[in-house]
């Protein structure tokens, strides 16, 4: 069964650059039937949908976010990886990486999810 | 974008009874819809998807139904641990989440 793991810095400053890991175990990231997403939820509020990125690299983003998101997918350490430029107070979130069937955006394996404050 | 809402925010319920959620869509999403639940300080977890197919695992107490823009999710009796947060989500256009009804004692 796979399973995602969150990793990263649990501060970041405001203006700075949020980096985030996830850690694929018990499957590869390179199979062609899923894709690989990132989520987050705001303290006490609801899902919000960042983007995900395919074994290839293609990548796909949340158009709010678009200009300051990049996700990259790294198949060697079966990792993929976010990045959130410019973060603010409102960026502070729990950050989930999780799985998608590809052609299908329900999302079957998540991460435990990380908590990310935004803080000078 | 497609907008998700959810009714109601809050659902007071007794463990043994039935709970109904609602999910409504600003436009058809066909049968591209998913629920979650998630508990507290947890991730959330796929219940169901394609409307009415149950994720591996989920008991069939969880049912799902409906199409186009409304849907709604059923547990037909309740155990402790269904106390959760519910959301709906849509997947024919991008990924979008409804705000969650809360399921509560």
Redesign the interface.
């Known amino acids: 069964q796979v399973q995602l793991q969150e990793s990263g810095p649990g501060l970041v400053k405001p203006s700075q650059t949020l980096s985030l890991t996830c850690t694929v175990s018990g499957g590869s990231i390179t199979t062609a039937n899923y894709y690989w997403g990132w989520i987050r939820q705001p303290a006490g509020e609801?899902?919000?949908?960042i983007g995900r990125v395919y074994t290839s690299g293609t990548t796909k983003y949340?158009p709010s976010l678009k200009s300051r998101v990049s996700i990259s997918i790294d198949t060697s350490k079966n990792q993929f990886s976010l990045s959130l430029t410019s973060v603010t107070a409102a960026d502070a979130a729990v950050y989930?990486c999780a799985r998608?069937p590809k052609f299908?955006?329900?999302?079957?394996s998540?991460?435990?999810?990380i908590l990310v404050t935004v803080s000078s | 974008e497609i907008v998700m809402t959810q009714s109601p925010a809050t659902l007071s319920v007794s463990p043994g009874d039935r709970a109904t959620l609602s999910c409504r869509a600003s436009q058809s999403v066909n049968s591209?819809l998913?629920w979650?639940q998630q508990r507290p300080g947890?991730?959330?977890?796929?219940l169901i998807?394609?409307v009415s197919t149950r994720?591996t695992g989920i008991p069939d107490r969880f049912s799902g139904s409906g199409s186009g823009t409304e849907f709604t999710l059923t547990i037909s009796s309740l155990q402790s641990e269904d106390f959760a947060v519910y959301?709906c989500?849509q997947?024919k256009n991008?990924?979008?989440?409804?705000?969650?009804t809360k399921l509560e004692i």
């Open positions: 609801a899902l919000e949908w949340n989930y998608a299908n955006l329900y999302l079957d998540w991460g435990q999810g | 591209y998913a979650y947890q991730a959330p977890r796929l998807y394609d994720a959301y989500q997947y991008w990924l979008v989440f409804g705000q969650g």
